[in-house]
């Protein structure tokens, strides 16, 4: 079964910090995904990457950034925090070939921001 | 840009159907229709996937018409279990990952 680790479930910083989250893999997945989650908008694509060291934007990119160094590892980086990005955020994975291929979810990071 | 429009919630009852409808009328020729379900505190889980007509799998249907500008998840015969929140999820043909919409989310809560 596939297994999709978040590296915290909460987490807690200030405003202007850079925060790391981070996301792992264990299927050899090709694509992994970053969305955050806020009440009555569903989930929201942040950044996509397909292979190692190549991403793609999503819908709201901005104030955002990804690493991708290694394939079961995929990074969401806040450059400088602030209290909008308080949310939600979720890792996905999926098997090479579509985009639309189903994703399989890690169990969220619920990060505020002070 | 597609926008993907469903209830934000539903009630059952235990035992009856339940059809969730998704309204996703700027479908692109490519676009996948996947719905997924979430449970509190954790990720979303795949529960079916379809392109057109109609797909059955152990858990859920999925309905689609002609023109794909809707479909409808279909779960027979609810539990209480089956409460959770139900993701519709459109795009991901093209390639162009800016075309993955989630819906809001439909809330089902089946009582006993």
């Known amino acids: 079964d596939v297994k999709v680790t978040q590296s915290s479930r909460y987490l807690v910083k200030r405003t202007g910090e850079k925060v790391f989250l981070e996301c792992v893999q264990d299927?050899?997945?090709?694509?992994m995904f970053w969305y955050r989650q806020d009440p009555g908008l569903g989930l929201r694509l942040i950044y996509f990457?397909?292979?190692?060291?190549?991403?793609e934007k999503g819908d709201i990119p901005e104030g955002y950034s990804v690493s991708r160094e290694k394939k079961e590892r995929f990074s969401l980086i806040l450059e400088s925090a602030s209290t909008n990005q308080t949310s939600m955020y979720l890792c996905?994975?999926?098997?090479?070939?579509?985009?639309?291929?189903?994703?399989?979810f890690g169990d969220g990071t619920r990060l505020s921001i002070l | 840009l597609a926008k993907t429009t469903q209830p934000i919630s539903m009630d059952s009852y235990e035992g009856q159907e339940v059809n969730i409808t998704c309204s996703h009328n700027?479908?692109?020729?490519?676009?996948?229709i996947t719905w997924y379900q979430q449970f509190p505190s954790q990720g979303p889980r795949f529960i079916i996937q379809?392109?057109?007509t109609k797909v059955t799998n152990e858990v859920a249907s999925l309905f689609i018409p002609a023109d794909r500008k809707s479909s409808t998840l279909s779960l027979p015969r609810v539990s209480l279990s089956d409460t959770a929140v139900y993701y519709c999820?459109?795009?991901?043909?093209?390639?162009?990952?800016?075309?993955?919409?989630f819906g809001q989310g439909t809330t089902l809560q089946v009582k006993p």
């Open positions: 996905a994975s999926s098997s090479p070939g579509q985009v639309g291929e189903p994703q399989h």
């Open positions: 299927m050899d997945h090709e694509n």
């Open positions: 990457s397909y292979d190692v060291k190549m991403k």
């Open positions: 700027n479908i692109a020729t490519n676009d996948y």
């Open positions: 379809g392109y057109k």
């Open positions: 999820l459109v795009g991901g043909g093209s390639g162009n990952t800016g075309k993955l919409i």
